[in-house]
């Protein structure tokens, strides 16, 4: 009898997870389809800030190359979308191209929340997200414009140092009346703003 069909519509952290742990677990189990929006192999995600930085290449950040895809049985499709799923015929569509499945996983992820203030989707506004975000945001270092990172938190933080090392002038911007006010007190959050100013980051706070 054939394998039952398992689709993963999303090649993120949490979708290559599952997938690499069912070839560890139960390797027979499923013919194994992903669909990955993003155009490249898994990476991780978190270590993208510093590519952004430019302390590390895309390449080293990669955590399953084709290699692996080809080396478990597994069958990829980068750079396309999954536009529709129709539950009654067990059916997904991605990119003009139709796939049956008898199990699906959906492990889409999140989107960058941005806000909706008139002018958010302008050329040279960017969320910060994949790997691609990088490319769009570096495509402007060369103009020496300077850079606003809207978002004093966990990642704004990160954003706005990597910026900095790419010498860039940053200012951020934060809402709050301090600095990463989930995770700091005000006192730590102050030392905070105060080590950024030394690296030249501008922070903006109630704004
Ligand atoms: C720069 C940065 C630093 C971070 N640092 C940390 C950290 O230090 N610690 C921490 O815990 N977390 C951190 N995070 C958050 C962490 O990366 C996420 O929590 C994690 O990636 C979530 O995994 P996921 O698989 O759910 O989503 P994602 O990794 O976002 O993967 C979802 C995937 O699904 C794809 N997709 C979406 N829709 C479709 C569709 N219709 N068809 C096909 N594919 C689709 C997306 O393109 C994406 O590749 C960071 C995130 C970023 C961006």
């Not at 009898?1 to 390797?27: Q, S």
């Not at 191209?97 to 989107?111: E, I, K, M, P, W």
């Not at 008139?118 to 975000?133: E, K, M, S, V």
């Amino acid at each position: 009898m054939d394998k039952p069909t398992l689709i993963v519509i999303g090649n993120g952290m949490a979708g290559v997870r599952l997938v690499e742990r069912l070839c560890e677990r139960a390797p027979d189990r499923y013919r194994i389809l992903v669909i990955g929006e993003e155009n490249q192999p898994a990476y991780n995600r978190i270590l993208l800030t510093p590519v952004l930085a430019g302390e590390k290449h895309f390449d080293e950040i990669v955590t399953h190359d084709a290699q692996w895809y080809k080396g478990h049985n597994v069958t990829f499709i980068a750079g396309e979308a999954a536009t529709e799923i129709n539950r009654a015929a067990r059916r997904v569509r991605a990119g003009g191209r139709v796939f049956d499945y008898d199990h699906l996983v959906l492990a889409t992820g999140s989107r960058p929340f941005m806000p909706p203030v008139p002018g958010a989707q302008l050329q040279g506004i960017h969320g910060f997200r994949n790997q691609q975000d990088v490319e769009n945001i570096l495509r402007g270092e060369d103009d020496g414009q300077p850079v606003a990172v809207i978002g004093g938190g966990v990642l704004g933080v990160e954003t706005a140092a990597a910026l900095a090392l790419r010498g860039m002038q940053v200012s951020l911007l934060h809402r709050g009346a301090h600095l990463m006010d989930s995770q700091l007190d005000e006192h730590t959050a102050e030392l905070l703003r105060v080590s950024l100013g030394t690296r030249g980051i501008r922070s903006v706070l109630q704004a």
